[in-house]
C-alpha cells in the first residue's frame, strides 16, 4: 500500500514539475539619450563648476555631462543668471565642446527660470 501512495504521489508532483509548457521572460528596456544643444533636458543632479547630471525625458536614464573650466550660466536670452538658480527640476539646455570621452558643457541655459 506504500509502494502505491508514493507512486502516486510522485505521479502528481512529476505532472506539475514537467507539465510546464511556457516560460515568461521579461525584459527591461532602458532608452539612451543623445545629447546635443538642441535637448531641454531635466536636471537631475548638479555640482556648479564640476557636472551636471540630466534626463531628456522620464524613461531615460541620467547622463552626467562635466562641466568646462569657464561655463556660462545663462537664461534663454543670454543674460548670466547665477549657478544658485539652477537645481534639480531645472529645465535646461546644454552647448558642448570636444568630442567622445573629452565633451564638456560649455554653456547651460536655464529655460523659464523660477
Known amino acids: ?26 525584459t527591461v528596456t532602458t532608452q539612451l539619450m543623445r545629447l546635443d544643444s538642441t535637448h531641454v533636458m531635466t536636471v537631475t543632479n548638479f555640482l556648479p563648476d564640476e557636472r551636471i547630471s540630466v534626463q531628456t525625458a522620464p524613461d531615460t536614464q541620467p547622463v552626467t ?3 568646462d573650466h569657464a561655463v556660462a550660466y545663462v537664461n534663454g536670452s543670454g543674460n548670466p543668471v547665477s549657478p544658485s538658480s539652477i537645481s534639480a527640476g531645472s529645465k535646461v539646455r546644454l552647448e558642448f565642446s570636444g568630442a567622445g570621452p573629452d565633451r564638456v558643457a560649455t554653456r547651460v541655459i536655464l529655460i523659464n527660470p523660477r
Not at 1 to 17: G, H, N, Q, R
Open 1 to 26: 500500500m506504500k509502494t502505491k501512495i508514493t507512486i502516486l504521489v510522485c505521479s502528481l508532483i512529476a505532472t506539475f514539475v514537467f507539465g510546464q509548457t511556457t516560460t515568461q521572460t521579461t
Open 65 to 67: 555631462v562635466n562641466l
